[in-house]
């Protein structure tokens, strides 16, 4: 089943205001009504040990009913800190865990990605009369701007 | 003697309006008896498979000079018609105008809510200017008699650059209880031999057995609880029935389905219960419209406008969306029916619920009462991968599952008796109250009724009797459970 056109046009609006190509998987993730929706070549922190990677999260086929889940993926799933985080002392990045199986069945295959658990939406809960996806992506940058620690 | 331009929008025609709007402009224009009274107001449409309705909104009050009003006529200014027009156009492309009179209680005689010659007269030279070049609204005259249930109305639309006219059967009022208005041209009939339901007749009188005898009563899922829904309301004396659901009756599912007999294994579900529902009917004459799709379809949702009322008896929480969308913004009241069973880790049942939610102006919408929000819907469609965001951050592999629900058919029964009080409620007015949703919850064994108000910014009560202005997005699942 291909992607709602809601999650078409939202992906579209997000690369021209973002200026990062995304795309949505033509499928939904096996065993879910959720589609992926990613950037191949998106930006990455300097603190990372590389300068670019995949960058995606999973969006209800429902959207903007149901909202995005909270949380979003970069691969590959080897990246690390340049430098180690002198307070966990250690280099694999902050609530970022290795995970295959969310991917299962879409476009990129069952590959396996860093996810982050970052409780995007904890101050402002989705409202499905406002929120796009560009306020979910910059829920999800704000990992980014933050530090590595808690 | 005026010939007005009839003709047919639909099979059937009816107007609706908010019980709150209907009861103010009701009570304001019957007020300046023994003259006659009139209001314009918005409209919007609704049309479905078999039936066209207006829906009436917002009052445009006239004023101070603008009518001229006697016992026996009325005179509208133009300024009145011209501002009342441009209210309507700047609403949208599907906002129309009704106009609301009254004839009240004269010398003569008794105010007759029928429309009178120089009714006729007078709206085959004025609606015109609210329909032609118009094509989506669809506009309304009403006529209130001097008696609180005397009412006349007609539809008036745009037919190719002509206006045309539609006497209405049935003039709704909705919020929460369903009110039915029947005007002279109403097609209702009474049952033909009243005493084989005495005892019920004794709760809800004459009117109420006459109004279970004629409702279009709609039925989306004929599973779990859609199955007893349906042999109730046929055994109760509902005379109209329809149901939808695209799934199939399995031995798996034999066990909590009432009235399915294996005989009927592989058959849909609406259409395995067909032959039990016509040998329990009680009403005379019964007919039962099975439509084996899913009741949430596009197609379905069209077929659904042509309910007075409709029970939600889907599994999925997506279905809810757009039959919550079309109880406040179509005026078709629904009872939202479920239950849901928590199985712990070790297996063991530690919690049960059974819900019964009325869906209905005046009551809080479906997703107010947090019945449906935007995490619940996507931690649906996660679907096999339920939570997976709370786990993968940590290294640890998703829990997999079938996604299937327990069911059985005992907690299935004490939420369709639920809802079939609140039918009794919102549809034959049985007491004072509406309910606003009952939920049956263990281990605690109470039964729990909501507070939850309507949030503010709500959007489905900004859209009620918005009619087909509204987009009502469908849903169909992926697959058949």
Known sequence: MAAPDYIVEQVKRLSEESGETFVVTPNPIAGTELYAVYACEHWLPPRYTRDKGLLGFRVPANLPLGCPEDSFFIAPDDLQLVVADPVRNSRDINRAGKSTGILKGSDLGDISVLVFSWHLWNKVPWDRGRHTLLDHYQHCLRRFEQSEHD | MTKLPLSKRATRANVACPRQIWDAISAQLKAQAPNEACTFALTWPSVGRERATAIIGEPIWP?????QATPYKLEISSDYISRALDAAIDAGPHCGLALIHTHPDTQFGRGIAQFSARDDWYEDRLFPTFTVGRSLPICASVVLGSGAADVDARIWWD???????QPAELVRIVGPELTLLETPYSTWADHPDPDVMDRSTRIWGKEGRRRLQNLRIGV???GGTGSIVLIGLATMGAGDLSSWDKDVLKKENLHRMLGAIKAKLGAHKPDALAVILEMVATASPFSFHSHP?????????????????????????????????LAYAHLIPAIDVGSSIHVADDKRVDAVMTHAHVLSPGIPCAW??????????MREAQGAQRGIEDRAAYGLTPEQTDGVEPSVLALNMLGVSLGLMEFMQVALGVSDRTPRDLKFILPQWELDESDLNTQRGCTTEANVGRGDSVRIIPY???DAS
Do not use: H, M
Request: charged share 30%.
């Open chain 2, 476 to 478: 169909e699942p992926k």
């Open chain 2, 220 to 222: 989306v899922g004929a």
């Open chain 2, 368 to 377: 107010c009462k947090q019945t449906i929000t935007s995490y619940k819907l």
């Open chain 2, 159 to 165: 037919d190719g650059g002509k206006a045309k006219v």
């Open chain 2, 293 to 325: 799709v899913w009741g949430t379809s596009a197609d379905a949702l069209e077929d659904l406008k042509d309910c007075d009322l409709i029970f939600s008896c889907v599994d999925r929480l997506a279905a809810r969306v757009p039959l919550n969308d």
């Open chain 2, 63 to 67: 004023l101070t000079g603008e009518v």
